[in-house]
């Protein structure tokens, strides 16, 4: 049963006379790499292809740009000395209503990537269990739902769950990776798609690495979750790095070799690029494992997405940034209140896009969390900034940002600001909940 607030958060970001568990630096790193790996990966390839080097040198930029971001991140939560939100970094810098602004605008993008990824679940699943395809909505409703209650039994049972779905998650990923140096030992490099004689183009290069960036979303999970995380000075800087690094190398060597090792159109019409360039160097039978370990990792990515979706109105609760409801925890330090009201919203997303095809509302839902997490890196970086923090990475991340949101263009920017305004009244109720407890 969830208790009533008000809600003290202590140094260690639990809540006062509760002791929930923490997530150490294995289970950090795979709430990092898990929030990034989810479904966007598996089809990326096939949204790449027309590109060809042009994707690979997109890869490069937006790994860049995300380590920077990410590095920054960790060295703002170093510097803070006990656990912190990417809301509270802002509101330190620049007031309560910036900090409200971007953690709301953040929660967003957080319940919108745990409905987005949910689809693509279903999408892969739905090649081992037909009638999943009948009513992807539905089935789509199951996979959040399922994974709410995962996370409503504790931290440490959504962590474990998500240590094990990582593990998992990766395999296809080794399995291309590895087949990958296979064939180029042993056809060279002859495989591969010549270079283009006019070279690079910067337009291109600027369309794929928009498109690259859906991928990356998610390396500020321990950041967000970092009352949840032991020792997160330490823990948080680690696994936001290691876990950013490690998923930008596998994405631009599997991504990369799909799209360059097999003929551009058709990856470009395969709706499941990583099966297609397994069947092709290896055979039928392992190929169609592929889309039941896509399928595991989205599940996986899920998980990782509810537990930060209900961290970050908790967190922002405990400051009034929020209103008090949202405050309320479980016995067990779970805010079970955030979480089944991100789950519903998710839901009703779900719901209020059905009409869209399967790859029009994964495209267009890809697009609008990116460009609202993209107020929160632009964000952090100013905050970065204004306190002489890793200022080089911060320029580096702030101009990278910038970039990126102009490579989503200008409709799904402007669908992303009003999304991000559209939280204020909550923020009004919050301050009038204040005012009423000062008099």
Same mark, same amino acid.
Request: proline share 5%.
């Given at each position: 049963?969830?208790?009533?607030?008000?809600?003290?958060?202590?140094?260690?970001?639990?809540?006062?006379?509760?002791?929930?568990?923490?997530?150490?630096?294995?289970?950090?790193?795979?709430?990092?790499?898990?929030?990034?790996?989810?479904?966007?990966?598996?089809?990326?390839?096939?949204?790449?292809?027309?590109?060809?080097?042009?994707?690979?040198?997109?890869? &490069?930029?937006? @790994?860049?740009? =995300?380590?920077?971001?990410?590095? $920054? /991140?960790?060295?703002?939560? *170093? %510097?803070?000395?006990? !656990?912190?939100?990417?809301?509270?970094?802002?509101?330190?810098?620049?007031?309560?209503?910036?900090?409200?602004?971007?953690?709301?605008?953040?929660?967003?993008?957080?319940?919108?990537?745990?409905?987005?990824?949910?689809?693509?679940?279903?999408?892969?699943?739905?090649?081992?269990?037909?009638?999943?395809?009948?009513?992807?909505?539905?089935?789509?409703?199951?996979?959040?739902?399922?994974?709410?209650?995962?996370?409503?039994?504790?931290?440490?049972?959504?962590?474990?769950?998500?240590?094990?779905?990582?593990?998992?998650?990766? &395999?296809?990923? @080794?399995?291309? =990776?590895?087949?990958?140096?296979? $064939? /180029?030992?042993?056809?060279? *490099? %002859?495989?591969?798609? !010549?270079?283009?004689?006019?070279?690079?183009?910067?337009?291109?290069?600027?369309?794929?690495?928009?498109?690259?960036?859906?991928?990356?979303?998610?390396?500020?999970?321990?950041?967000?979750?970092?009352?949840?995380?032991?020792?997160?000075?330490?823990?948080?800087?680690?696994?936001?790095?290691?876990?950013?690094?490690?998923?930008?190398?596998?994405?631009?060597?599997?991504?990369?070799?799909?799209?360059?090792?097999?003929?551009?159109?058709?990856?470009?019409?395969?709706?499941?690029?990583?099966?297609?360039?397994?069947?092709?160097?290896?055979?039928?039978?392992?190929? =169609?494992?592929?889309?039941?370990?896509?399928?595991?990792?989205?599940?996986? %990515?899920?998980?990782?997405?509810?537990?930060?979706?209900?961290?970050?109105?908790?967190?922002?609760?405990?400051?009034?940034?929020?209103?008090?409801?949202?405050?309320?925890?479980?016995?067990?330090?779970?805010?079970?209140?955030?979480?089944?009201?991100?789950?519903?919203?998710?839901?009703?997303?779900?719901?209020?896009?059905?009409?869209?095809?399967?790859?029009?509302?994964?495209?267009?839902?890809?697009?609008?969390?990116?460009?609202?997490?993209?107020?929160?890196?632009?964000?952090?970086?100013?905050?970065?900034?204004?306190?002489?923090?890793?200022?080089?990475?911060?320029?580096?991340?702030?101009?990278?940002?910038?970039?990126?949101?102009?490579?989503?263009?200008?409709?799904?920017?402007?669908?992303?600001?009003?999304?991000?305004?559209?939280?204020?009244?909550?923020?009004?109720?919050?301050?009038?909940?204040?005012?009423?407890?000062?008099?």
């Amino acid at each position: 049963m969830a208790s009533d607030l008000p809600v003290s958060v202590s140094a260690q970001g639990g809540v006062m006379g509760d002791a929930p568990r923490k997530l150490g630096i294995w289970m950090s790193i795979a709430l990092v790499a898990g929030s990034m790996i989810g479904s966007g990966v598996f089809l990326l390839p096939a949204s790449l292809a027309p590109y060809g080097w042009n994707a690979v040198a997109g890869w &490069v930029v937006t @790994i860049a740009g =995300a380590l920077c971001l990410a590095h $920054v /991140l960790a060295r703002l939560t *170093a %510097a803070a000395e006990g !656990p912190i939100g990417p809301a509270e970094l802002v509101e330190r810098s620049f007031g309560p209503v910036a900090g409200f602004l971007i953690g709301f605008s953040f929660w967003v993008s957080v319940w919108a990537a745990t409905a987005t990824i949910s689809i693509g679940a279903v999408s892969y699943a739905a090649s081992f269990w037909s009638v999943l395809g009948v009513h992807p909505a539905l089935s789509a409703t199951g996979v959040i739902w399922a994974v709410t209650l995962v996370n409503l039994v504790g931290t440490r049972t959504a962590g474990g769950f998500q240590l094990v779905t990582t593990a998992l998650k990766l &395999v296809p990923l @080794i399995v291309v =990776a590895a087949l990958i140096f296979l $064939v /180029l030992g042993h056809q060279g *490099a %002859a495989v591969i798609a !010549p270079y283009p004689a006019a070279g690079l183009s910067l337009p291109l290069v600027n369309q794929a690495a928009a498109i690259t960036l859906w991928a990356m979303v998610g390396f500020e999970a321990a950041c967000a979750a970092s009352g949840r995380i032991a020792n997160p000075v330490r823990n948080v800087p680690r696994a936001t790095f290691i876990g950013a690094l490690l998923s930008g190398i596998f994405y631009l060597i599997v991504c990369s070799g799909i799209a360059l090792m097999l003929p551009a159109d058709r990856v470009a019409t395969s709706n499941a690029p990583f099966e297609l360039f397994v069947a092709t160097f290896w055979s039928q039978g392992p190929a =169609a494992f592929i889309g039941l370990f896509a399928a595991i990792s989205a599940v996986g %990515a899920v998980n990782g997405w509810v537990l930060v979706q209900g961290e970050v109105p908790f967190e922002m609760a405990a400051r009034r940034l929020m209103p008090r409801w949202f405050g309320a925890a479980a016995a067990n330090g779970v805010p079970v209140r955030a979480v089944l009201v991100a789950s519903v919203l998710a839901t009703l997303l779900v719901f209020t896009n059905s009409s869209r095809s399967m790859a029009g509302l994964f495209t267009f839902m890809a697009l609008l969390t990116t460009s609202v997490t993209l107020w929160l890196y632009l964000a952090c970086a100013l905050v970065a900034l204004k306190r002489r923090i890793a200022v080089p990475f911060a320029v580096v991340g702030l101009i990278f940002g910038l970039w990126s949101l102009w490579g989503a263009g200008l409709t799904v920017s402007v669908y992303a600001f009003l999304l991000m305004v559209a939280g204020l009244p909550l923020y009004g109720w919050a301050q009038w909940e204040r005012r009423a407890a000062q008099s």
